[in-house]
């Protein structure tokens, strides 16, 4: 894949994260995704699982913000998210999608009715929470499930959320 293509899959992403729409990613946008998540399951943000949602959601920000708010103003704009993701990508992509692990712990934590792992059902409801199309949500969700047992496993999630970087836009 050269450089271009790379960079304009990666810029297609920036939009998942910018809840808002307002054109640029911020803390807002990632306590946003955490509060959607939240009334999705109906747990509550004073209860240790909100919380940690809402830590996961500030840890998750401040690796985003890490890697790409080159001139610090706090939001990461288009071109600061393309510059940061393609470098570390580069680099390593399981080390991109590590910045996210908290704050995917805290929503397993939350998605996993059952006290066995996230079911298909249960990672689609999060992916059209956090905008991604109904037949897209099914899609990766499936996708997810790699050995086939109907649950989604952190380690599994992770992988997800790295590939997504890597691979070509779902439908």
């Not at 293509?5 to 910018?18: G, M």
Request: proline letters at 4%; one cysteine or more; charged letters at 25%.
């Amino acid at each position: 894949m050269d450089s271009s293509e790379y960079e304009r899959k990666i810029a297609s992403r920036f939009a998942a994260f910018d809840q808002d729409g307002n054109g640029y990613i911020d803390r807002q946008d990632f306590s946003g995704a955490a509060a959607a998540i939240l009334s999705e399951f109906s747990v509550t943000a004073r209860c240790g699982k909100g919380q940690d949602l809402y830590s996961g959601a500030e840890a998750f920000w401040q690796g985003m913000a890490g890697i790409a708010d080159v001139d610090g103003d706090q939001r990461v704009t288009r071109q600061e998210f393309i510059t940061g993701a393609v470098k570390r990508l580069r680099d390593n992509p399981q080390r991109f999608a590590e910045i996210a692990r908290p704050f995917l712990h805290a929503v397993i934590a939350i998605a996993d009715e059952d006290g066995q792992g996230m079911t298909v059902p249960a990672v689609e409801r999060v992916l059209r929470v956090l905008g991604v199309s109904p037949g897209g949500a099914a899609a990766v969700a499936s996708g997810l499930d790699s050995d086939g047992d109907g649950r989604i496993s952190e380690e599994q999630a992770l992988a997800g959320f790295a590939a997504y970087y890597v691979t070509p836009e779902q439908p």
